[in-house]
């Protein structure tokens, strides 16, 4: 497990008391309260069962579980990205899941040794100004942002994790050295740094920028409010680096002695009910047949063609991605 993600996991502990033997499960959500609280909490009313629940960001938790082992407090993980699972994973912690579980999603949206299943999906997109530039000669790649069209007019988020898992993803798709080189350039070229998605989001619509690259449902929440939001987004061409669709996804902990209540909070994510709360209110996409995203939204099977070839547990592979930055002063 990676030592330098870690923060002080005491501070982590403050953020929401999960309780003990008063429930019938404990789930550490790497997913924030807003979003996923009332997911929850249609889980309880639908089962009779009482969750306890442990926020925090996902690195954070899967450190804690690292650090407490075979002591390990949680039942259900439930990560907002692949590399918290990869990693929670790499120590042994995640107990593999039945079939009856797995066969509910394409296999891509899950580990190979089926530890883990997806619960959502994230793409990464270029978000643009349609009013300021050329729609008809947006950039095939995520590389192609290096060149000296785009220098000054493009946001990014060297800070945030979403953008962090994007960069392992490049280092694993295109190596080391070209993403290496990448950084290098896009600092070089005045890429203007923001702390997260939505500012960056922000800084298209309010022209501060031209471009950003975000996660695709910060642009429709936006939408949401403003069906005029003057921003809209695009992926690169089939295959490219910067088409990346990570996954919140969700595990069992091996040292559960709670397995029934835990896998019944699975297969509840995955249900059509759950996905639609996903998709409605998230605007996630979902990960099982049969649930439609919005209109404006590439839909499921269309997204599989776009993506990169990876397997999503190398995303716990944090260290370089963290080293990269840090040696070009973005961290």
Known sequence: ???LLALPV???FLLTACGGAENDLVLYSGRSQALVAPLIAQFEDETGLRVGVRYGDTAQLAVALAEEGEQARA???WGQDAGGLGAVHA????AALPDSILQQVDAAYANEAGTWVAASGRARTLVYAPSRVDTTALPESIFDLTDEAYRGRVG??????SFQSHLTAMRRVAGDDSTRAWIRAMADANTQSYPRNSAIVQAVASGEVDFGLANHYYLYRFLSEDPNFPVAQAFFAPGDAGNLVNVAGVGVLSTSER???ALRFVDFLLSPAAQRYIVEEVFEYP??????TADAVVQLEDLEGLQPQL??????????TLDMLRAEGLL
């Open 10 to 12: 005491a501070l982590l």
């Open 287 to 292: 990960v099982i047949a049969g649930v439609e």
């Open 259 to 261: 397995t029934d209540a």
């Open 75 to 77: 039942d259900v993980f």
């Open 1 to 3: 497990m990676n030592r």
């Open 311 to 320: 397997d999503l547990d190398d995303l716990r592979d944090l260290q370089e």
């Open 156 to 161: 990014w988020a060297p800070t945030n994790g």
């Open 91 to 94: 120590e042994g912690l995640l």
